[in-house]
């Protein structure tokens, strides 16, 4: 079965640190893998897909398939990046299905 | 950007009563949706997907007969709570992705159920 794991429940850093959140998975095959934000008193939105190999709001993530990782990175943490993050991922044949970690709350102080 | 809804945003009822949350999707059609469960600064639990025109599909451990998904048309899918208990008090809500964009999926602001 399909896990994801952010061994992060709180992570605090200063304005202008570098942050890393962290995300472990385990799945068999070749996954999708995610990291969506929710802003206070907002709704999920999705922040990244590892397939698109984007940079959102400075925001990156990369695929570590030997170590099973996909953690999320931003040189220099700003106060709006504080949020839940949940790192999650999508398996072949669920269709959309999610399975999410537990989610890390980043606070970012001034 | 498509947006996802969900009524009510906030819902109290009695112990032993039962609840309708809708969720519906505004400017897209969604043949899937999936319903999740949140606890308070915990993560979202897939309780069910939603398929239109057919039976839900739930996960393990979710009782289908306490929380019974009607997905009527393109747009709405719905979550009846039946006879609730204070235990069913949870944060409910809803993804649906974009057909044949599994990928690109989009949440509701999700429902508050109290049961006292």
């Known amino acids: 079965a399909q896990r994801v794991t952010q061994p992060e429940k709180l992570l605090s850093v200063f304005k202008g640190a570098p942050v890393e959140l962290k995300c472990n998975y385990s799945?068999?095959?070749?996954?999708?893998l995610f990291w969506y934000v929710q802003y206070s008193r907002q709704r999920l939105q999705l922040l990244l897909r590892?397939?698109s190999r984007e940079s959102i709001k400075g925001f990156t993530a990369d695929l570590n398939k030997g170590e099973t990782s996909f953690h999320l990175k931003k040189p220099f943490a700003q106060e709006e990046d504080s949020a839940m993050y949940y790192c999650?991922?999508?398996?072949?044949?669920?269709?959309?299905?999610?399975?999410f970690g537990q989610g890390t709350i980043l606070t970012v102080h001034p | 950007g498509a947006v996802v809804s969900q009524h009510p945003s906030w819902v109290i009822c009695k112990s032993g009563t039962s609840v309708k949350i809708e969720c519906r999707s505004l400017?897209?059609?969604?043949?899937?949706m999936f319903w999740y469960r949140q606890f308070p600064k915990q993560s979202l639990m897939l309780m069910a997907t939603?398929?239109?025109?057919?039976?839900?599909?739930?996960e393990q451990g979710v009782e289908k007969d306490k929380f019974l998904i009607n997905h009527a048309s393109l747009t709405l899918s719905t979550l009846t709570v039946t006879s609730a208990h204070p235990e069913d008090s949870s944060f409910y809500i809803c993804?649906?992705?974009?057909?044949?964009?599994?990928?690109?999926?989009?949440f509701g602001p999700g429902t508050r159920l109290t049961v006292t």
């Open positions: 999650a991922l999508i398996h072949g044949t669920s269709y959309g299905k999610l399975t």
């Open positions: 993804s649906a992705p974009r057909q044949g964009r599994y990928y690109e999926q989009y």
């Open positions: 799945y068999s095959g070749s996954p999708e």
């Open positions: 939603s398929n239109e025109g057919s039976k839900a599909t739930y």
């Open positions: 590892h397939i």
């Open positions: 400017d897209f059609q969604a043949t899937t």
